[in-house]
T-cell receptor
Framework: SQTIHQWPATLVQPVGSPLSLECTVE??????LYWYRQAAGRGLQLLFY??????ISSEVPQNLSASRPQDRQFILSSKKLLLSDSGFYLC???????????FGPGTRLTVL | GQQLNQSPQSMFIQEGEDVSMNCTSS?????WLWYKQDPGEGPVLLIA?????ELTSNGRLTAQFGITRKDSFLNISASIPSDVGIYFC?????????????FGGGTRLMVKP
């Protein structure tokens, strides 16, 4: 069966510091991968998606970037965090772009 | 991009009551999905619908793919405290060349014991 992991679970970072969030998927090959951000009690904002290694599509211009160095690894990064980067970051995978998406447990990021 | 209007935005109900929520769009969809997000966790897929008119149940949850293909409904019967969370609809628009899922804004459900 497929599983999706996110690391770390929680993170507190000062403004201006770098960021690296990791997402890994097990039990499937060539997944489509997604990064979402969720403000407290709000909906899901799609940040990036990837259909393959090295292929990244950005949905919202921002302070963040994404990379896919391996088939089942998706990384969300920032060189300098802003206060507005605080939120709950969710990674998801699907077999195809229009297929059901399956979410990871999320990373709670607080920027102080 | 395609937009899904999910309503209500929030509900505060008494334990034991039935719950109804819906998603609507101006576009035609060929897939409707319903997710539940418990506090502090990732959304979990509850029900998937693939045909207009389809009615599918998962325990006390029942979802329907609207006959017009522009809406979907989720009902929860005899609510219990663990039903608390945010419910998201998602759909795949027929006209979306990229074939991406579109998510609704969510319905926050609160249940009073």
């Amino acid at each position: 069966s497929q599983t999706i992991h996110q690391w770390p679970a929680t993170l507190v970072q000062p403004v201006g510091s770098p960021l690296s969030l990791e997402c890994t998927v097990e039990g499937t090959s060539n997944p489509n991968l997604y990064w979402y951000r969720q403000a407290a009690g709000r909906g899901l904002q799609l940040l990036f998606y990837s259909v393959g290694i090295g292929q990244i599509s950005s949905e919202v211009p921002q302070n963040l970037s994404a990379s896919r160095p391996q088939d089942r690894q998706f990384i969300l990064s920032s060189k300098k965090l802003l206060l507005s980067d605080s939120g709950f970051y969710l990674c998801a995978w699907s077999a195809g772009l229009g297929n059901e998406q399956f979410f990871g447990p999320g990373t709670r990021l607080t920027v102080l | 991009g395609q937009q899904l209007n999910q309503s209500p935005q929030s509900m505060f109900i008494q334990e034991g009551e039935d719950v109804s929520m819906n998603c609507t769009s101006s576009s035609i969809f060929n897939t409707w999905l319903w997710y539940k997000q418990d506090p502090g966790e990732g959304p979990v897929l509850l029900i998937a619908l693939y045909k207009a008119g389809e009615l599918t149940s998962n325990g006390r949850l029942t979802a329907q793919f609207g006959i017009t293909r522009k809406d979907s409904f989720l009902n929860i019967s005899a609510s219990i405290p663990s039903d608390v969370g945010i419910y998201f609809c998602a759909g795949r628009p027929v006209t979306n060349a990229g074939n991406m899922l579109t998510f609704g804004g969510g319905t926050r459900l609160m249940v009073k014991p």
